[in-house]
């Protein structure tokens, strides 16, 4: 099956070596065993969870690299040259509060959060490029959101509680959709254009025809030829 090449690189780099870090950034919670049988793992880490630290780096190949030099708990890998001026180097993240995943639709998930002072939150979710795809919302208001951790979405969160989604929203696809909508009304009432078109020369030319008026034809029956033949015998 078609997947993302990022995707395919942490299976290389991590998951084909049975990773266990990867698997609860992945928030795995069963795996099935090679006797086929599921096993939990509680170890997993959730659909969200803050961190306090940013690692900043360079290079997709130090991206991929400095996962395995972290803890995903408490620290996040972000490609600073692809997200530039996205968090000040400075900031201070507590990783104080909650956040957590309050629905979930193949097309919408909403999330809530909770905290008393700035945050930064990662999702286990596999980061589409803005524009193709998901987009961010907090309180209703669109926001960006970046790439961390190689694969996974970040996202900075204000002090307060919130209401973050992810909506899938392709804006190709939702274009294409509307111009097959306005295309197949535009055939339609062509179509139906057509047809009132034949109808009404249809009916014009009923109107311009003339009337033709059929002469009766008088047919003679047996008895009116018969006194037609006497008054010839008698004359």
């Known amino acids: 099956p078609a997947k993302f090449r990022r995707y395919q690189d942490i299976i290389d780099a ?37 961190v306090n630290n940013l690692n900043f780096v360079n290079s997709p ?3 991929i690299v400095a996962i395995n ?8 890998v972000l490609l600073e040259r692809e997200f530039p001026g996205y968090v000040d ?6 990783k104080s509060g909650s956040i957590s995943l309050t629905s979930y639709e193949p097309n919408l998930m909403t999330y809530q959060s909770n905290a008393e002072g700035d945050q930064f939150a990662v999702f286990s979710e ?16 669109p926001v960006k959101h970046v790439r961390v951790d ?5 996202l900075k969160i204000p002090a307060g509680s919130h209401t973050i989604e992810f909506k899938f929203f392709p804006k190709p696809v939702l274009t ?5 909508f306005w295309i197949n009304n535009l055939i339609g009432l062509l179509f139906l254009g057509i ?11 009923s109107r311009s025809e003339p009337i033709s008026i059929v002469e009766p034809k008088f047919i003679a029956t047996t008895s009116s030829k018969a006194t037609i033949k006497s008054k010839k015998a008698r004359k």
Do not use: C, H
């Open 14 to 50: 991590y998951l084909s070596k049975g990773d266990e870090k990867m698997l609860n950034m992945l928030n795995a919670k069963y795996i099935i065993s090679q006797k086929e049988q599921v096993v939990a793992r509680p170890g997993a880490f959730g659909n969200a969870w803050f």
């Open 61 to 63: 190949d130090e991206e």
């Open 69 to 76: 030099n972290i803890d995903p708990l408490q620290t996040a």
């Open 89 to 94: 180097k400075n900031a201070n993240f507590t």
């Open 126 to 141: 596999v980061w589409y490029d803005s524009g193709k795809g998901w987009e961010a919302y907090i309180d209703g208001k």
């Open 150 to 154: 190689y694969i996974l979405r970040g």
């Open 176 to 180: 294409a959709i509307n111009l097959s």
């Open 195 to 205: 047809i009132g078109w034949w109808f009404y020369n249809d009916y014009k030319k």
